[in-house]
């Protein structure tokens, strides 16, 4: 993901991304988000539903444990997002925001679909002719 984007991220949800800049021997987020921009508007959407429900939570004296991003990155041509904390809830939106990348070109963020053969990536019709 281009630097701009990694920084925005980490500036306008800061406590998911506290690891961002961690020891390597401790989280996996020291790499960055090892993803293509493509799928920035899924993460994007995916920590603020994240921390609008952790706050939530909060707020009604019933609070869940602050997620923390441990690693960001694609696999089989899908967003995978690992975290430390959250619970039930926060694990459905990941699980929904995964599933969401498997439709969205990972260089572009429109329509894609998984392609390819041993290196499978999630792309539009225009990125996978690209190669």
């Known amino acids: 993901m281009k630097q701009e984007l990694d920084e925005k991220l980490v500036e306008k949800y800061p406590k998911i991304?506290?690891?961002r800049f961690g020891d390597m021997t401790?989280?996996?987020?020291?790499?960055g988000f090892e993803c293509n921009d493509g799928w920035y508007n899924i993460i994007d959407v995916l920590c603020g539903e994240i921390q609008r429900y952790i706050d939530f939570k909060e707020k009604q004296d019933d609070p869940v444990e602050q997620v923390v991003a441990s690693q960001v990155k694609e696999k089989f041509g899908g967003?995978?997002?690992y975290i430390e904390g959250g619970d039930s809830v926060t694990l459905s939106l990941i699980d929904f925001a995964e599933s969401m990348s498997l439709r969205t070109c990972e260089v572009c963020?429109?329509?894609g679909e998984r392609r390819g053969v041993g290196w499978v990536r999630t792309l539009c019709d225009a990125h996978d002719e690209e190669g």
Not at 26 to 31: G, I, L
């Open 79 to 81: 967003l995978r997002f």
């Open 17 to 19: 991304f506290a690891d």
């Open 26 to 31: 401790e989280t996996a987020m020291c790499w």
């Open 109 to 111: 963020g429109n329509v």
